[in-house]
């Protein structure tokens, strides 16, 4: 197995990779102690993981036993329809990663991001601003949270992002109380921005694509033809009613949804979050 690859960037960030996992971390504190625990935890992610891969690619299945996969496994839980944990295993890593440093490290504020799904840590007057993008890099909008926030987890989906769709969402950015939660909202969301049987869509099995997907032989999208303005705003707003449900049952914070140039907002609501709490 590969070693842990380890890097210092610019702006006092580090840089862990390890197979598939890529992060970067950035403290205001004490950073050699979050940095070292970020280190020590991250040399042990990969392999316990890999412990319970073939539980964690199933949508139904015992509670597993580590405690990445247990988180995993508990976000996909409070959710209806197909889904299996591997949907919040980013955010479900960067959660773990960023745990570690809290309970080593003195910080103001930090964040783990896993290929852009970010579990974040603010503290008295902390703030923390992200950038959102389209596939050609157009700017879509900029997210800004501050420690008051409920907030504290961000993560991405669709047809740009690393993982199979079952829609047709070009991106779907979720905000939540953490980020494996945001992780899996934003698959499903993503997956809901759909337009079924549409002769411009061609869908393929998810194990044509990626052999090891999760998905296995359900068609996942593979390309997105000409779409008409009212077909788009269909689209967006079977994922906007997704997202909005998710909402009213406290699984998210908002959301951000994106197709061909047009997008939903379903805006920030703290009452909800803290209903749910």
Not at 120 to 128: Q, S, T, V
Not at 142 to 169: E, Y
Not at 209 to 219: F, G, H, I, N, V
Request: charged residues 20%; contains cysteine; glycine residues 10%.
């Amino acid at each position: 197995m590969m070693n842990v690859q380890r890097a210092l960037l610019r702006g006092e960030r580090l840089h862990l990779q390890h197979g598939p996992i890529d992060l970067v971390i950035g403290v205001e504190g004490d950073r050699k102690a979050a940095f070292a625990a970020a280190e020590a935890r991250f040399a042990t992610v990969l392999a316990e993981l890999m412990q319970e891969i073939d539980l964690l690619r199933c949508s139904k299945g015992p509670k597993p036993q580590g405690a990445i996969a247990r988180k995993m496994w508990q976000n996909a839980q409070v959710h209806d329809g197909f889904v299996t944990p591997m949907a919040g295993v980013a955010g479900a890593v960067a959660e773990t990663i960023l745990s570690a440093m809290q309970g080593a490290a003195e910080m103001t504020r930090a964040y783990v991001n896993n290929g852009g799904d970010i579990a974040l840590h603010l503290a008295k007057d902390a703030k923390f601003s992200v950038g959102m993008a389209g596939l050609d890099g157009a700017a879509l909008g900029q997210i800004t949270l501050d420690a008051d926030s409920p907030v504290r987890g961000i993560a991405s989906s669709g047809q740009g992002g690393r993982s199979l769709s079952f829609g047709i969402a070009d991106s779907v950015t979720v905000l939540a109380r953490s980020a494996c939660a945001a992780d899996v909202a934003a698959t499903l969301i993503a997956g809901a921005v759909d337009l079924a049987d549409h002769p411009s869509i061609k869908r393929v099995p998810a194990q044509s694509l990626r052999e090891e997907s999760d998905l296995a032989a359900r068609l996942v999208v593979h390309h997105v033809g000409a779409l008409c303005e009212g077909e788009i705003a269909n689209a967006l707003e079977a994922g906007a009613n997704r997202a909005r449900k998710m909402q009213e049952n406290g699984l998210v914070c908002a959301a951000s949804l994106h197709l061909r140039g047009a997008s939903r907002q379903i805006e920030l609501n703290t009452r909800k979050v803290l209903d749910h709490a």
